[in-house]
């Protein structure tokens, strides 16, 4: 079993920056992949960036060259930056891991959740 807690969230004007933390307890060693999604009131849940064991990334297309994904394997925690926020950003954020007995075609552990609002 993983566990994950989220921090970071919050209100911010748009331009403005937020730092997602997302840490991770349990079975650790079993995670081979980590990253955020996001959903929107009345949208689905769309994947925002993801993080692999071996440091690959990858972002959806709306946030690239604005959000960074990262993480210290020594705290077993992950971050988005997000930079540039725009109001279209505004939605609950959450953490996700994957692990070889949750792969892709599975639901992955998931965090609680945490707001980003964006106002303009």
């Known amino acids: 079993q993983v566990q994950l807690v989220e921090s970071g969230g919050g209100l911010v004007q748009a331009g403005g920056s937020l730092r997602l933390s997302c840490a991770a307890s349990?079975?650790?060693?079993?995670?081979?992949?980590m990253g955020w999604y996001r959903q929107a009131q009345g949208k689905q849940r769309e994947l925002v960036a993801a993080?692999?064991?071996?440091?690959?990334?990858n972002y959806a297309d709306s946030v690239k060259g604005r959000f960074i994904i990262s993480r210290d394997n020594a705290k077993n925690t992950v971050y988005l930056q997000m930079n540039s926020l725009k109001p279209e950003d505004t939605a609950v954020y959450y953490c996700?891991?994957?692990?070889?007995?949750?792969?892709?075609?599975?639901?992955?552990?998931w965090g609680q959740g945490t707001q980003v609002t964006v106002s303009s």
């Open positions: 996700y891991a994957r692990t070889a007995e949750r792969p892709a075609y599975t639901s992955p552990y």
């Open positions: 349990g079975s650790i060693f079993s995670i081979n992949a």
């Open positions: 993080i692999t064991s071996g440091g690959s990334t």
